[in-house]
């Protein structure tokens, strides 16, 4: 069956960097676009990067652009978010989910579990 399974958060100081990593199974990664979405204690869940499948063209939410870098290994099965220079307020459990197609404008079909990150000193 398909499974998303996210790793790579953890506790880390404001101005630090972590990877988070979403490995695939189930399904053939090159044919879907994986989008990285994050929920805040108290907010709504908001879509933070998405890459296409075959061109890889990639998307970010205003306040993550030029700090967190979205990447994607399709023979490893796995879709990587290189976040850097965390700030507080980055603080969320970080989730991925499969679009329904090769593009980021489909809807989500499958969703991980998420991991949490924490940014604080």
């Known amino acids: 069956q398909v499974q998303l399974v996210e790793s790579g958060g953890g506790l880390v100081q404001p101005g630090g960097s972590l990877r988070l990593s979403c490995a695939a199974s189930g399904f053939t990664l090159d044919s879907y676009a994986i989008g990285w979405f994050r929920q805040a204690p108290g907010k709504e869940r908001e879509g933070v990067s998405c890459i296409n499948s075959s061109d890889r063209i990639t998307y970010y939410v205003d306040s993550v652009k030029g700090r967190f870098t979205i990447s994607r290994d399709n023979a490893k099965n796995t879709v990587y978010l290189q976040m850097n220079n965390l700030k507080p307020e980055d603080t969320a459990v970080y989730y991925c989910?499969?679009?329904?197609?090769?593009?980021?404008?489909?809807?989500?079909?499958?969703w991980g579990q998420g991991t949490q990150v924490t940014v604080s000193s």
């Open positions: 989910a499969r679009r329904s197609g090769g593009y980021c404008f489909s809807s989500n079909t499958y």
